[in-house]
């Protein structure tokens, strides 16, 4: 007997004093919690996302359109970044003021050369704000997972309001589970020592976030 | 080596270490205290934070119910997204499993995401035997590995180290595993994190292997979700060629949108956290991003011997998130070593003895290292009535009777060592099913009270050691109020 | 009404005074409250320690006892614990064992009317000010079974805060357990005595003169590591605090 029959056959097993539900699940577990918690304007809940964003130390920038290709360019600058990292779709004005080399995304590049550089620009595929999160789904904008993990300074661009949802439940409504997924709530941390928050281990210790409007 | 529970003693004894141990106590007496009142503010944040631990509870409950079902859909999920599922029914299979996937890549190492399943099972000690190390990246795993310590939270497995511990435990350790701690690295939290981070960091870049467990599979989906804080996780989860996850059973969510649910109430219970700083789902495998190959082993090893208890199943609906440790006062004060075993505190005592049985002497005495006082109960996002289990638990381990050992049905004879304690408990039942017998010991105990002690000699000392004896009235309340029908005749 | 004290064997043996005190309260409050002399033990001693089965006659007995009553009235929140929560889930148990419904429909008609003695007070006799006088300082400890498993909240409070010339004190950490736990205390004695020691450090702490709280047990393990420790506090059961009036204080 395969350990799988052997598992599934202790499990039905256990089970036998159970008699299965047939309702559909949504029937089987009532949900009576909150879609969202409180109620706000679009401009309160981007307000929200600021606000919790900064709580969880992320550095929280607002720009438009217009102003972003120099804010991007300062924010590079402050940090002495000599590269910045760009995923493939990266709208090519919001680096358009930019000094520093771009390194592109590139599949045969070595973690260790991913290592080497300064910064990296992304977008977002949404923001919560009720948690301070923003989520990356490995969109052209935003690239491969390790783009916004290696450089020690990651420069994330949310579209407000539209990419900006109140609540967890929402986010996940938003988003596409076949698609790598990676929940960002501020800069590398660790509760490791003494059961206390310290911000910067091995993720990016700096997280900027522009709020594009 | 010192990182094995194997021949742990009896849960009193081992907590008389602790209780001696000053830094200990005040290690993790600030610890869990700080972050108790986090999680109370977390917690209070959400005002349906009732409805969500209801609704917790009933999807884990529906998923263990039915869990061949979604077991196999997981299985088809999964293998339609690129992954390869494995089955291992116990700690040797899913070791074995791993070793030979480790080896058919050819590397003689990989990095590790803090994983309670791996621990359990000793996969790193039997990667050793292989040749394969395995470097822990996790930074409270790494103070462990790097001291050749043990875990003693499941959350924080060095909560028992202050930070002056740690920094002497890098200074000294770090060169022996790889890049050395910077010469003049102090006690100051911050300076830790980078002396980890720099030292860890060669080891993530040229990992060609990563070994995680998950917080979640989703059945519908075949994701796999697990929830960090220091990026370790992502190094392991991405960088890596080749992936391989063990997960208990128990581990899945029927759908996607289970997760609506637990991402609220894990980090708020775990960390005290809104959100933790990292959260990593993954879908099989994904072109051009992450590992090109990815293996999950599905790993009993006890969880369906639980399972087929119909108190103690409920903890299998635990999602680690050491709530039920931090409000412990008994974790306090005793430590996580105490417990034996890699799941510590109220859940490590129900899930122990269930995963392992309750043959061994520290398994035996577990379900007993509690007051009952039920504040773990009360914080557990899953409601798990950790008290109901444990007291299930003292009856298999002083009655018997009928349970599952490796899918087998046994039938578990009384424990050792509570003979006195069971004829007494008759003794009492006996006397106090004849109130006559009762109140003639009653009266004797007021007779002879003036040569009672205030403290015991033998085996009352266990009391008396600490603490005087009441003293006994010159009369029980029954013999008063036949006297004065409680003072109505005039009599006091 | 008929009211019966369910005043516990620990109480009944080794704390008669408190047994006067919930008489003598309620009797000032107009009810006249019986004691079933075949009244003995619930059985939470038994149950908690794993011997389910032998406090099954424990429990039948209880209702034998008490069933007739329209309340049950007990000075202990585990003990009233015992009986609201325990008991049914001793019966579901029983037929869980193929043992049929007998148990749980014996235990059935104790359950609802079982009432610890501060939530009789207020719930039921709805009273806060119960007329009591104690002139001294006083902090209050709440028994776990009591706040979690009765869920008595703020009662014991309110009616103390309502005691003329008392004066009430928070103590640190009150919700955290004293560390009794029945066998507990003898099967951990070392890990209890802690909990024991800085339940009692914390009730020093808050220079009362009295600690209370509503279930001798409880206090029998505070008091007995106070004696030890030597502290100024004392241990002194709510009963007593609210039956003391100035015509008759208690000490």
């Known amino acids: ?213 | 080596m010192s990182g094995t529970f194997v021949g742990m003693p009896a849960f009193p004894k081992a907590a008389h270490d602790a209780l001696g141990n000053a830094t200990l106590r005040g290690n993790l007496r600030h610890a869990t205290h700080t972050i108790r009142a986090k999680r109370a503010r977390a917690v209070a944040e959400l005002d349906d934070w009732a409805a969500l631990r209801e609704a917790g509870r009933r999807i884990k409950d529906h998923t263990l119910r039915h869990l061949d079902r979604y077991l196999v859909q997981l299985e088809e999920s999964v293998t339609a997204a690129g992954g390869t599922v494995h089955w291992a029914a116990d700690a040797d299979e899913a070791n074995r499993i791993v070793a030979e996937l480790v080896k058919a890549t050819g590397e003689s190492e990989v990095v590790k995401v803090k994983s309670m399943a791996t621990q359990e099972i000793g996969l790193n000690e039997a990667l050793l035997e292989e040749g394969i190390h395995a470097y822990e990246t996790d930074l409270a795993e790494l103070i462990v590995q790097l001291g050749e310590d043990r875990p003693s939270h499941i959350l924080v497995p060095a909560i028992h180290r202050n930070r002056r511990e740690i920094r002497d435990i890098f200074r000294s350790q770090m060169g022996e595993w790889g890049r050395p701690a910077p010469e003049d690295l102090t006690d100051a939290p911050a300076e830790l994190a980078e002396a980890a981070r720099l030292h860890l960091r060669e080891k993530f870049l040229r990992a060609r292997v990563g070994i995680s467990g998950a917080n979640f599979m989703v059945a519908e989906t075949g994701t796999l979700v697990v929830v960090e804080s220091e990026g370790n996780g992502r190094m392991c989860l991405t960088l890596p060629e080749t992936l391989i996850s063990v997960v208990g059973i128990e581990k899945i969510v029927p759908t996607w949108r289970d997760l609506e649910v637990f991402l609220q109430t894990l980090p708020r219970s775990s960390t005290a956290e809104r959100m933790n700083p990292y959260t990593s789902m993954w879908t099989g495998t994904t072109d051009g991003d992450g590992p090109r190959t990815f293996h999950l082993v599905l790993l009993d090893n006890g969880r369906t011997d639980t399972l087929a208890d119909q108190v103690g199943r409920q903890a299998l609906r635990c999602i680690r998130c050491s709530a039920c440790l931090n409000v412990c006062p008994v974790y306090e004060r005793a430590g996580g070593h105490a417990y034996g075993s890699v799941y510590p505190g109220p859940i490590g005592a129900i899930l122990s003895p269930q995963l392992r049985g309750t043959a061994s002497e520290i398994d035996a005495s577990l379900p007993y290292a509690s007051s009952l006082c039920g504040a773990c109960y009360e914080v557990c996002p899953v409601a798990i009535d950790i008290p109901e289990v444990l007291v299930h638990l003292r009856e298999r381990v002083v009655e018997g009777g009928p349970a599952v050992r490796q899918g087998n049905k046994v039938m578990l004879r009384p424990a050792k060592g509570h003979a006195a304690e069971r004829a007494a408990m008759r003794a009492a039942r006996w006397a106090f099913t004849r109130p006559a017998a009762l109140r003639s010991g009653q009266r004797l105990a007021s007779r002879t009270r003036r040569l009672h002690p205030r403290t015991l000699p033998g085996p009352g000392r266990a009391w008396s050691g600490t603490r005087d004896l009441p003293a006994v009235p010159a009369e029980p309340f029954r013999d008063w109020w036949q006297r004065t029908r409680g003072g109505k005749d005039g009599t006091k | 009404m008929r009211v019966a004290l369910f005043l516990t064997c620990v109480n009944d043996t080794l704390y008669p005074d408190t047994g006067r005190a919930v008489v003598k309260l309620l009797t000032r409050l107009g009810v006249d409250v019986d004691f079933p002399m075949g009244q003995s033990c619930c059985g939470q001693a038994h149950y908690n320690t794993g011997y389910r089965h032998e406090a099954e006659p424990l429990a039948r007995h209880f209702s034998d006892v008490f069933r007739e009553y329209d309340a049950i009235v007990t000075p202990s929140g585990s003990c009233g614990a015992m009986v609201r929560e325990l008991y049914p889930r001793m019966g579901e148990r029983a037929r869980a064992e193929g043992r049929g419904d007998s148990l749980a429909r014996t235990l059935a008609p104790v359950v609802p009317k079982t009432y610890e003695l501060t939530e009789f007070v207020v719930d039921v006799l709805g009273v806060t000010d119960v007329g009591a006088y104690y002139p001294h300082k006083v902090t209050y400890h709440p028994t776990c079974h009591g706040l979690r498993s009765l869920g008595l909240g703020d009662r014991p409070r309110r009616l103390l805060q309502a005691v003329k010339g008392l004066e009430l004190v928070e103590l640190p950490g009150a919700e955290e357990c004293c560390g009794f736990g029945g066998t507990f205390a003898l099967k951990n004695a070392e890990v209890s005595a802690a909990m024991g020691a800085d339940k009692v450090r914390n009730a020093e702490s808050t220079g009362a003169e009295v600690l209370c709280a509503a279930d001798n047990s409880c206090l029998m393990h505070i008091g007995g590591t106070m004696s030890r420790l030597g502290t100024t506090v004392r241990p002194v059961h709510i009963a007593e605090i609210l039956a003391s009036t100035e015509e008759e204080p208690a000490a």
């Not at chain 1, 089987?28 to 929200?48: I, N, W």
């Not at chain 1, 003021?97 to 300064?118: C, F, K, M, N």
């Open chain 1, 1 to 213: 007997m395969s350990s799988r029959e052997r598992i599934l056959g202790r499990v039905r097993r256990a089970l036998a004093d159970v008699t299965p539900d047939e309702r559909p699940y949504a029937e089987a577990v009532p949900r009576d919690y909150l879609r969202e918690h409180g109620a706000r304007t679009t401009e309160q809940t981007v307000e929200l996302l600021a606000g919790n964003l900064a709580d969880y130390r992320a550095i929280v920038h607002r720009s438009d359109a217009e102003e972003l290709p120099y804010l991007v360019m300062r924010l590079l600058n402050q940090h002495g970044s000599q590269e910045v990292l760009v995923p493939p779709g990266l709208p090519p004005e919001w680096m358009s003021a930019a000094d520093p080399v771009r390194i592109h995304d590139r599949a045969v590049s070595t973690a260790q050369r991913l290592d080497q550089v300064d910064s990296v620009v992304t977008g977002c595929a949404v923001a919560i704000a009720e948690t301070g999160t923003i989520v990356l789904d490995g969109s052209p904008d935003q690239g491969r997972r390790r783009i916004s993990l290696i450089p020690d300074h990651h420069i994330c661009v949310v579209r407000v309001p539209d990419q900006v949802v109140s609540s967890v439940p929402q986010a996940l409504e938003r988003l596409d589970p076949a698609r790598p997924l990676t929940w960002i709530s501020g800069p590398s941390a660790t509760s490791d020592i003494e059961l206390d928050r310290v911000e910067g281990v091995h993720g990016p210790r700096t997280l900027e976030v522009v709020l594009l409007s």
